[in-house]
């Protein structure tokens, strides 16, 4: 009876090892080949709580994503240490659940305050709604504390809060959305510069890009998107889907874009059926385009916009404030939720027309680094990224498929580990149980 219990103890510890490990490679692949979440948050991301008052809030740390929840009408302060010379940017993304009922005003507003309850003037960018699509997606606002030069409010050292506020209109609903906050530092310039935004640049709108069209596929959110370089590329992009993608932009250069949507089948006219958003390395709103559709081929294009340079920010339009550093650009593109209604679910033909003008110029010289490091410069590892079409990770560059290989083998060597243990226990028993028949 003994032996029979230990041969069958080695088989169902091998039998387990073996299940392991194929629970293992089925869970790589449902993670390569399963469907992708409305938002993907930075894996990184540390959860923190709001709260109520500046003076109980968590502070944040610069280089740093997080993680909350906002409830209907909620108010979340959050805090920060700044020093008297870096200037600070903040931006809060708020993720409502698929199938939310927004309106147009429904929204959300990022505002820096001093430690009297001051506000440090950023302009009207602090506020994002859904606007006239009424269609629930990642909505982003951003806040800023701008130091050195120039600067009139919030100019001294000390402890600041962020104020993140959700706005609901007549109709919508009273789920709780999820918040994505990143905070940026930047360092000051090393000399003083002029304070004069420039004011002679080319602005004509460029002949549309033509070529061949390669194919790549947006991600999910900031953390996950898809590198573009200059060039024609084609995706599909479902009824309610948020498509995001990046492009390195560097000191001197202009980005131009379009996004067109292809024909289909159905009836109907919608208003607000596509719009795409272009958004800064910090994730401040530059500029945002729209397009109605009628099942026919429709297109929408970013207005022309200034080369990248340090004095953009001294502009009064908010478009050329919002070019002022180097670094990735996130072109956010969102089809309505209601095309589904008229048209179908999709996929729907999404070409986008990235161009990049001029030649790099030479980076400002700042006083210390910026924290992360290399958020205001282009690198040979970001074009490089640009070329091979890499996602990002919530960091400055890589790819989502080399963090989820090192997942699969993280997992694989665990799960290689045990099986290995249990064929080595297997083995004991065996053995034994042969020593006792011969005894």
């Known amino acids: 009876m003994g032996r029979r219990t230990g041969r069958w103890r080695g088989r169902t510890v091998l039998a387990g090892a073996v299940a392991l490990l194929s629970a293992v490679a089925s869970a790589g692949h449902a993670t390569a080949a399963g469907t992708p979440p409305p938002y993907r948050f930075a894996a990184d991301a540390e959860r923190v709580e709001g709260a109520t008052g500046a003076t109980d809030a968590v502070r944040l740390t610069p280089g740093t994503s997080y993680r909350s929840t906002i409830r209907d009408n909620g108010k979340l302060y959050y805090g920060l240490r700044l020093d008297e ?18 309106v147009y005003s429904d929204g959300i507003k990022v505002s820096l305050q001093d430690a009297d309850g001051h506000r440090c003037f950023s302009g009207d960018a602090g506020i994002a709604r859904f606007g006239p699509t009424e269609s629930p997606r990642p909505i982003t606002a951003w806040a800023s504390r701008r130091a050195g030069p120039g600067a009139y409010t919030c100019e001294g050292a000390g402890t600041y809060s962020v104020l993140v506020e959700r706005t609901s209109g007549p109709g919508s609903s009273f789920d709780d959305w999820e918040l994505e906050l990143r905070y940026v530092s930047e360092p000051a310039l090393a000399k003083a510069t002029s304070t004069a935004a420039p004011r002679v640049w080319d602005s004509a709108s460029p002949q549309a890009l033509d070529g061949s069209a390669g194919t790549r596929e947006g991600g999910p959110g900031f953390s996950a998107a898809r590198s573009l370089e200059r060039g024609v590329w084609k995706d599909g992009i479902q009824a309610g889907q948020t498509l995001f993608y990046r492009v390195p932009v560097d000191w001197g250069q202009q980005i131009d874009a379009t996004a067109e949507l292809g024909p289909s089948d159905g009836d109907g006219f919608l208003g607000n059926a596509l719009v795409m958003s272009l958004y800064n390395p910090v994730r401040a ?68 027309r990235v161009r990049v003008r001029g030649a790099a110029g030479t980076a400002p010289a700042y006083g210390a680094a910026a924290v992360p490091r290399d958020v205001f410069e282009v690198t040979a590892r970001d074009r490089g990224a640009a070329a091979s079409g890499s996602a990002a990770t919530g960091g400055h560059g890589g790819s989502d498929e080399n963090s989820a290989m090192k997942a699969l083998a993280v997992g694989g060597i665990g799960a290689g580990c045990v099986l290995v243990l249990g064929l080595a226990v297997w083995t004991a028993v065996a053995r034994r149980r042969a020593g006792t028949d011969t005894a």
């Open 85 to 102: 010379a870096s200037s600070a940017y903040v931006s809060a993304t708020a993720v409502p659940k698929p199938g939310t009922k927004v």
């Open 285 to 352: 709103l530059v500029d945002d385009a729209d397009a109605g559709y009628d099942g026919s081929r429709k297109q929408t294009a970013l207005e022309p916009l200034p080369p990248v340079a340090y004095e953009n920010r001294f502009a009064v339009d908010d478009q050329v404030g919002g070019m002022r550093f180097a670094g990735w650009y996130y072109l956010v593109v969102h089809l309505t939720a209601d095309m589904a209604d008229k048209f179908g679910d999709g996929p729907f033909e999404l070409t986008l």
